[in-house]
């Protein structure tokens, strides 16, 4: 082989390498720079955005990232091997899902509440004036699949009105019939209700951002038949920085940290072991 | 002077031996997830499974829809095609690049993209509701997003068969007393015809995958709006095994779908042709 | 009857051209690559739009840059058969022919005849079925003429129909393009940079050079006068320019070329002239002859080429002074044993040299 073609030669070759060395991996666990990765459920973005960078300010060198969607995916994302410090879901079920598979380290704790609440948009197509009227024929309700916590409450919510006074017994039936789309999220059931798409969804309360208020109405329903979400979080076994993740943990469960939730909607527990 | 020179083989070149591995792990890590899917379910499992209802719905409703996704592209493609091949005119560009669009845009933007417009409250969904016509939460919904996602793969392998007509054959139609019309349906179309199945193999594999576009502008409901993907989605959430089956069935459809087309006889018949021109 | 009168742009020059053409005509377009022929010819089709200028035929106007009457291709009458056959892969020999016939909806058992009667004319009836990649390059000519003709063209035009098939093939073909166009009331026009080809079809030649028509009339005419040394050597005449120099003896007149002399018959005046000497006008011999002829030279031979079709005569060039193109038979060619480097005598006589042109202009 001539000299000429040696150089091209090793040149691919070290591109080959390249390509095919495993990836080193996530960066070292060191005093200067740490990431907490955070698997959160959809509802939780904007509390938790606003306590992740309230940590990263206490903690130097601390970055915070989150995953956040529909809790059940995290749960899967989490058995297929995802790597994750922290995994906060909307509902018990998911959370018993994960700690059944032995995917988090340690005991669930309770942080936050939410309830569930009935929304629809400003310019109220359907026209619906009172929560009975979603039962009316023809309109466009969008909720959570049932795999998705929001989904699974919401169903209990509509059933549990239509055992309770002032609304006909075939309102959950007929309420049921108007799903015309069943989201993998909690978030894309508010865009569309926003956007004027679904005549109507039912969300977290939580949910109703400033930013989101602007385009829609909302219909409370009574605590006797709501469903009070109540949002578990742990740490995920196999995580790079579990002192990062207990500091965030001990964040959240502090009275600042439930101020902060309170003010994106959610509601507070007291702090302690469920 | 040497003996009777023997014919030794020759020594691979270290260029010759990295281009090989190369495409060796190139087919590999495609081949691998493929694989690692079929090795997840037995037959057995799959037709058993296909007789669930959510199985059977996504699989029609997938069908239906790429099929009808496709048959409009074909309509509305191969014209626009064979106008880009022929024709300069002013914007020519801003079309191609328009054309383009959406095999670049992510699904969910172009799905998003496409509630602003097609939406009830959107641009021309207002007007589409005038006379009763709801795109997002339908099956024509469905339809309109494959569609939209899909025409760029139907219009590059169509434009491509366009312009590697023989300019000459066109001028003789033309004397021939042939109108552009008449000499469209009588040559281009016959003589491009394996490029515009290519397309179809394209577009048609396109808008069977189709994912992000169809969830967020269609929405997602068995027995509607739940196609293949959709159902995968859902079911990897919750029946892991459901997922892992729905996920086989679709590759066998796409895979089946590829190779038949490429498969088609037509191919070989101008393939005639195209030699002898090239040996001329 | 035609009436051509085109300007074009045509790559690095002009196409200016005008043309006749009466009915039931054959017209032979010549000139070099680039000239401009295929152009006016796609002019005439319609595949091309001039510039400025008219095309008008049987009285109707197909182009008009006054009037802005453009009419295209489709709507012309005509036929097109060119050097490559142009026919369509996917149809058979019998669908090619069919096709201008579908495109004018034609009914059905009329376009079965006419295609039918088309093929016989042509002699490939048998061939009907074949795909065009199952055709000999002569079998493939033959359709795209029956394509064109079958659908009655007031013009037809041929751009060089035979370039691209064999020696054997060009000459059975040749033949019976002769009988055809004898036969076919159309105007034809024939594009080719054959001589052969142009002697055999053309009553009426017209030369093309860098787009300008330099000359155009009957074949006699071109070949007694020709205008151009392009001209002249096209058509295989030996062509010179000089000067009139006075008197030689035995009733002859000098002229003066630039390299050497020449006599012809006697003639006053004065001046520039310009003579043509036909090369079968010159006779070969291996030792200097002792004849009548008053222009004998001696000189090697350049270069023995047989003379197509058939290679019967054979073009002698001959490196004397001036240079001279002798045209002898092969059997002659043979019997002298005259190869390159032979030296030989060419002789003529003054009678033999024509003057074309006035002296002085």
Known sequence: ?274 | ?280 | MLELKVASRLGAFQLEAELDAADHSVTVLVGESGSGKSTLLRCLAGLVRPERGRIVVDGEAWFDAGTAVWRPAPERAVGMVTQDYALFPHLSAAENVAFGLRAERVPALERRQRVAAALERLGIASLAARRPHELSGGQQQRVAIARAIVLEPRLLLLDEPLSALDASSRRVIRAELRRLFDELPCMTLYVTHSPAEALSFGERIVVLESGRVSQSGPREQLMRSPRSPYVAEFLGVNLFRGALAGGASGGATRIALPQGELEVAERGGEGDVTVVVRPREITLALERPAGTARNVFEGEIEELVPEPPDGELVRVSLATHPPLIAEVTRQAVAALGLSPRRRVFASFKAAGVIVVGEPGG
């Open chain 1, 1 to 274: 082989m001539t000299r000429a073609r040696t150089l091209p030669a090793l040149a691919m070759l070290a591109l080959l390498v390249a390509f095919v060395a495993p990836p080193t991996g996530r960066a070292a666990t060191g005093a200067t720079s740490q990431t907490l990765q955070v698997f959160a459920a959809a509802s939780l973005a904007d509390a938790f955005n606003d306590l992740g960078r309230m940590l990263e300010q206490r903690h130097p060198g601390l970055v915070v990232r989150f995953n956040y969607t529909g809790s059940q995916q995290l749960a899967a994302q989490l058995e297929q091997g995802a790597v994750a410090d922290l995994y906060a879901s909307a509902d018990d079920r998911w959370m018993s899902y994960a700690k059944d598979r032995g995917l988090v380290a340690g005991d669930p704790w309770l942080f936050a509440r939410n309830r569930l609440v009935v929304i629809v948009p400003k310019t109220n197509p359907a026209r619906i004036q009172k929560v009975q009227d979603i039962a009316k024929g023809g309109i466009k309700i969008v909720l959570g699949a049932d795999a998705v916590p929001v989904g699974r409450y919401s169903r209990m919510v509509i059933r549990n009105l239509s055992r309770s006074e002032g609304f006909p017994s075939d309102f959950a039936t007929r309420t049921l019939a108007n799903v015309v789309s069943e989201e993998e999220n909690v978030k894309s059931v508010v865009s569309k209700v926003q956007l004027g798409e679904a005549d109507a969804g039912i969300v977290y309360h939580s949910d109703v951002t400033p930013a989101v208020a602007r385009y829609i109405r909302v219909f409370e329903v009574p605590d006797s038949v709501n469903v009070i979400a109540s949002y578990p979080m742990a740490l995920v076994r196999g995580g790079t920085a579990p002192e990062a993740a207990k500091a965030f943990m001990e964040l959240v469960l502090s009275a600042e940290g439930q101020r902060v939730l309170e003010r994106h909607g959610l509601m507070p527990v007291a702090a302690s072991n469920p």
């Open chain 2, 1 to 280: 002077m040497p003996g009777p020179a023997t014919r030794c083989p020759p020594t691979p070149s270290l260029a010759r031996i990295g281009t090989l591995v190369a495409g060796a792990l190139l087919l590999g890590f495609l081949a691998l997830p493929f694989v690692a899917l079929l090795l997840r379910v037995t037959p057995g499992e799959l037709l058993s499974r296909l007789r669930g209802p959510v199985v059977l719905d996504a699989l029609r409703l997938s069908f239906v829809t790429s099929l009808a996704a496709t048959a409009i592209v074909v309509v509305l493609g191969v014209p626009m095609a064979y106008l880009l091949a022929t024709r300069d005119f002013p914007g020519k560009r801003l079309v191609e690049v328009l054309i383009d669009l959406p095999m670049v845009l992510p699904p969910t933007v172009a799905g998003f993209a496409l509630l602003m417009a097609f939406g009830r409250a959107g641009l021309a969904g207002r007007a589409l509701e005038a006379f009763g016509i709801s795109l997002p939460f339908t099956t024509t919904g469905v339809v309109v997003a494959q569609v939209f996602m899909a025409v760029p793969f139907m219009i590059g392998p169509a434009r491509a068969g366009f312009t590697n007509l023989d300019p000459r054959l066109l001028d003789a139609a033309a004397t021939l007393r042939a109108r552009e019309s008449f000499t469209f349906f009588h040559v281009a179309l016959p003589l491009a015809l394996p490029a515009i199945l290519a397309g179809i193999a394209m577009s048609g594999a396109r808008a069977l995958g189709e994912f992000g576009a169809t969830i967020t502008f269609a929405g997602n409901l068995p027995g509607s709006t739940q196609t293949m993907p959709l159902a995968v989605y859902v079911a990897f959430e919750s029946d892991l095994d459901a997922a892992v089956a729905l996920s086989v069935l679709l590759l066998v459809m796409a895979f089946g779908l590829l190779l038949g087309l490429r498969a088609a006889p037509v191919g070989s018949f101008w393939g005639q042709h195209r030699a002898r021109a090239q040996g001329r």
